[in-house]
């Protein structure tokens, strides 16, 4: 109703553009009320506005306005005329059209088909009653069903069913997402999980509002399919001490520091000490300490943690051209020479008011003009303020559950409420790149390439170049990680891209050239990388000294049958079902040649999906102090004492490398192919 009201007659006529021809405008309730008792959470259906904030211009360049209210109105009151028009959509011209027709010859009510409106005459209290029982007839009610059984392909094509079973443990991420709809769109959505592998969601309001929540839904449902493992966050990723200059103490603590007091926050907001980095902090701070947001990505990397900032007089255009349109994204952006550019917030899982939020910043003298942005909330703050403006993310927990990739490891820090001296990974990548070495590359303005340089990553790296960060020549693609509770995660590996060219090559120079239709995957098990990393210490320390080589870790092959591999993906190289009859007993066997591990594979019988299709892995082995022979010895079932592993040098002469204990390996790739 309140939307209707900005579109209505209500509104003192603009010059321009017509306020009959904004048809979609969003009001926001300000809790600035003048009543004595404060407005509840839920939507109000009539209000008294004492003033709408905006000219109709912004109205129709933002699609909000904000609405101080005095009071709650009962429209019985009201015995003024006015005329109200409801617009329709094609899904609901039946309906209004039945409605209209079984009117028949009331007085004040027309269906105007060439505009696709109701127009409704007369006074406030027979308008309004005549408005809701239109409305009733358009209410809709729609399921939509993702369901873990509907995914093509194997396991190594996509996770689709894994992440559906995910995001089934964790509906309350779809919280700030259900309120939104509610109330700005009067659709109630319910999430219901007691079918067993679906997510299924009740949608009830408007048929074109409902289309809406679908078409958006079924957009979540491309994204889960594209995910490789849905991350939740967890207390295993909360933030740690970390050593950081005093100066990013402090303006890590003016993020997080739930105690500052609003003499504090004025002076980096007005004060004599205040420029566009200090002033996002407040904006920050707001989000963080008082909506419990997660402030994450480039801000806390370039000003947090770094300390830059762009100098108005070095760039080539001033503050009011920091702006430029995305046409793909369909939005303003700000331009990559200025630093820091954005904040990008995580909701929590939760209700949280946006009304209230951007009604606290409007408090604070922040201009907030809302933007398109599909995945929660984009707005422009301080557009017109001299020292430039910057753009807000607020984006769904649920989207963010499908980040899954990090494109450096300068991007993976977030700020948590609370936490006045420690920074947190957003994806946990500790093992391979520890806390201490992102804080340090940040601090020399270096960085590592986490993900295939191809697609969406090569704009990425040119931009951080462009910002003057040394870029190395060659990436590490890190694997997904589902993370303790979730088990194994495989990723596609994009041809063409350089991990799929450096594991490709290597394969076909060692013994495998006539190889056809090959597949990279990477993988990953939480459980099994800690029992690794574990063991790699133990090695290392029992193999300290003068001239020690560390754990001796190399990748090395190892051939496998079809119906082994999964087992092998989410179990490792479980001691517990080692073959007692190998040449060297009980124990794991890799090879430095694809083409002698090869010999050990079979290929998938006909009438199967991928029919003659081998697998093969590559594997991460600790081989410590080795132990070399030549003869066979199948009484074997540990290294011998004072050994970790060992080589034996086969009757073909490839060299053989066995270890008995599951620990001592990691597989990290999976190899698909045809010979």
Known sequence: AAAGAAAGAALPAPAEPDVDEILDVTARLSFDSLLSVRPKDEPHKW?????AFYTPKEIAESGHMMLVMAGLFDPKWGTFDIERRVPFVDEEASNFTSFFTGLGKAVGVKLDAASKELVFKGTLSSVAELETAAYKTVLYEDTLIIDARA???SRLENSFAENVQDMRKNVALFQPFLFQFKNEKQVEVKVVTDTEYQLKFVIKGRKKNVIAAKRYLRTFESFLRGTTAVVVNDVGRLPRRVALSDEALARLARVTDPGRDEIDIWKFLNGSA????TRME??????????????????????????????PKSLPFGPAAYLEYDTQRRRFEIKKEVIPSDLDMELPPKYVSIEKFVNRLNRLGFTVRAQRFPQGYNYIVDEKHPTGPFTL???????????DRVDFDVNNLYCLKGFTK???MRVDISSEVPLETIVGHIKEKKLLVLRDIEGIMVPRVEKMKARGWQVPPTCIPLPVNRGQAYGASVTPVAAGGHLYTRTVDAFKASGMAGARDISVFQVSAHNLEELYNAQRKQIEFE?????AAGANERELYHGTKPEVYAAILDNGFDDRYFKADGAQGSGAYFADKAGKSNAYTSPLPAGKAYTDYRYMFVVK?????????????KSRRHAPAGHHSVIWRSPDANMVYVVYRSCQTQPVLLIRYKI
């Not at 205040?274 to 980095?277: E, F, N, Q």
């Not at 402030?295 to 900032?309: H, K, P, T």
């Not at 082995?621 to 010895?633: H, I, P, Q, R, S």
């Open 47 to 51: 209000i008294i506005a004492l003033q």
């Open 621 to 633: 082995v600790l081989l410590g102090k080795e132990f070399e022979t030549t003869a066979v010895d």
């Open 422 to 424: 420690e920074l947190g």
């Open 543 to 547: 193999m300290a000294g003068p001239g």
């Open 393 to 403: 993310d607020l984006i769904y927990p649920h989207n963010v559950a499908t980040h």
């Open 274 to 277: 205040a420029t566009r980095a």
């Open 282 to 311: 407040v904006v920050a701070w707001v989000a963080v300490c008082e909506f419990d947001c997660r402030l994450e990505g480039g801000f806390v990397r370039d000003w947090i943690v770094g300390g830059n900032a762009s100098d």
């Open 151 to 153: 995914s093509a392909g």
